[in-house]
C-alpha cells in the first residue's frame, strides 16, 4: 500500500478490507471512489488488503514488521472483516476499548445509516485488527457475524446483502473521514487488552429492582370518571399500612389531581413522605388519608455507572417502572452524553446538570449505536 497522492502527512489513518468473497465485492467499489474524489483530508488514508489471515495474520504481521509508514504515525485502523451479510440490520463493532471515547466516535459517525452497533469489549487474536492491538495502535472492527457459508463454495456473490453492504460502506466512509480530518488523536488503552466480556455485563448489569412506594395497581375509572380505581393494594405496602383499599377511586396525591394516569406513577415516585392521597370509597365517601411512603422521591427514575473508557456519559443500569425516565421511553443499556445540551465530566457533574435543568429536559441518548434526543418531563421536587 502507498498514501494516497497529495495527502502526505506525519499521521495516517489505516482500512483494511478483507479477502472473504462475501465482504470485497461490496466494500471495494462502493467506498473506493468515494474516498479518492474527497478533497484533501488532514491525514493520509492508506488501503490494505491482507492476505494470510488464516494462517495466522500473517499478511498484517508482516505489514507491522515491516511497515510502510511508522506505526507511530497511525492514529486508528479499520477492519472490516465478513460485511457482506447483514442480519437484523446489525453490525458487531470491537475495539471501541482500544481508545477513549471511541464508541461515542462510531455512533457519532452512524448518524448517517439507521444500522444498530452491537458494541462487544471481546478482543481475540483471530482476525487482522489484533495486530495493531499489539503494536498498541487504537483499532475498529466492524463484522456482521458467521454463517453456514463460512469458508464454502456456497458463500456466492448471490448471498450478499447489497442494501446492508452499503449501509456498512456509509459508516466505514464516515468514520475513516472523521478520523483523517480530527485534530486530536486517539491514545491507546492499555487496560484494552484485558477487558472482556465478563467486565461488559459487569458494568451493564442492571440493578435489582427497589420496591414501589405506595404499593398499588389501578386501572381507569368506569365511566370517564375522574381518577383511577385501586384494582391491587400490596400487603405491608404503604397503601396497605394506610388502609387504602381495592375498590377506592384515588382522585389526587400530594395535592396533584389525578387528570392523566400515565403520568400517577410520575407524581408518586417524586411526592414527598408523609403526603395526602385522596380517595373516594364505594360508598361514595370522599377521605384525605395521609400515607408514609416507602423509599425516597425521585425527579427522573434511573441510576448509572460510569465507564471509564467512556469518559462523559454513563449507562444507564435501572429504569424505575412508572418514572419520568420510563414515560421518556428510557431503557437499560442506554448511556447518555448530554442534559440539555451540556456535556458532563463524570457522574458528579452529571447529577447536577440533572438536579438544575428545567422541565421538559433534553437528553442526548444513545442505544445500539444509534443518537437520540428524549425529552423528559421531569416533575418539581418538594
Not at 157 to 174: H, K, W, Y
Request: proline share 7%; with cysteine.
Amino acid at each position: 500500500p502507498e498514501l494516497l497522492p497529495e495527502r502526505r502527512s506525519e499521521e495516517a489513518t489505516g482500512t483494511s478490507p478483507p479477502c472473504h468473497r462475501s465482504n470485497n465485492p461490496p466494500f471495494t467499489p462502493i467506498v473506493c471512489p468515494s474516498i479518492t474524489s474527497l478533497a484533501l483530508t488532514r491525514r493520509s488514508i492508506l488501503f490494505a488488503l491482507w492476505d494470510g489471515e488464516e494462517k495466522g495474520m500473517l499478511g498484517s504481521k508482516h505489514w507491522g514488521a515491516n511497515p510502510t509508514v511508522s506505526p507511530q504515525d497511525v492514529v486508528l485502523a479499520f477492519n472490516a472483516d465478513m460485511i457482506g451479510r447483514l442480519r437484523g440490520n446489525t453490525v458487531h463493532v470491537f475495539g471501541t476499548r482500544t481508545a477513549c471515547g471511541l464508541r461515542r466516535w462510531a455512533s457519532e459517525s452512524n448518524r448517517f445509516t439507521d444500522l444498530l452497533l452491537n458494541f462487544s469489549w471481546e478482543m481475540k487474536p483471530n482476525s487482522d485488527q489484533f495486530s495493531f492491538v499489539e503494536r498498541r495502535i487504537p483499532t475498529l472492527m466492524v463484522h456482521t457475524g458467521l454463517h453456514d457459508d463460512w469458508h464454502r463454495p456456497s458463500d456466492d456473490v448471490d448471498t450478499i446483502n447489497l442494501e446492508g453492504s452499503s449501509a456498512i460502506a456509509r459508516l466505514l466512509f464516515a468514520m475513516v473521514v472523521q478520523a483523517a480530518n480530527q485534530p486530536e488523536r486517539f491514545v491507546f488503552r492499555s487496560e484494552s487488552r484485558s477487558e472482556g466480556l465478563a467486565d461488559q455485563k459487569r458494568l451493564e448489569k442492571s440493578v435489582p429492582p427497589r420496591s414501589p412506594r405506595l404499593g398499588v395497581a389501578w386501572k381507569a375509572a368506569d365511566g370517564g370518571r375522574a381518577g383511577v380505581c385501586l384494582s391491587h393494594v400490596t400487603p405491608g405496602s404503604a397503601a396497605d399500612r394506610a388502609g387504602l383499599l381495592i375498590g377506592d377511586r384515588l382522585l389526587a396525591v400530594a395535592g396533584e389531581e389525578v387528570a392523566e394516569e400515565s403520568r400517577l406513577g410520575v407524581t408518586i415516585w417524586a411526592a414527598s413522605s408523609p403526603t395526602a392521597v385522596v380517595v373516594e370509597r364505594a360508598s361514595g365517601e370522599i377521605l384525605s388519608v395521609p400515607v408514609e411512603l416507602d423509599g425516597t422521591p425521585l425527579r427522573y427514575g434511573f441510576s448509572w455507572r460510569e465507564d471509564k473508557g467512556e469518559p462523559g456519559s454513563v449507562v444507564l443500569v435501572e429504569i424505575v417502572p412508572y418514572s419520568a425516565a420510563d414515560l421518556a421511553g428510557l431503557k437499560v443499556g442506554d448511556r447518555i452524553y448530554r442534559v440539555a445540551g451540556r456535556g458532563f465530566g463524570n457522574g458528579d457533574e452529571l447529577a447536577q446538570l440533572l438536579a438544575s435543568a428545567a422541565s421538559p429536559v433534553p437528553l442526548l441518548v444513545e442505544r445500539s449505536g444509534q443518537l437520540r434526543t428524549l425529552l423528559v418531563l421531569a416533575p418539581s421536587m418538594p
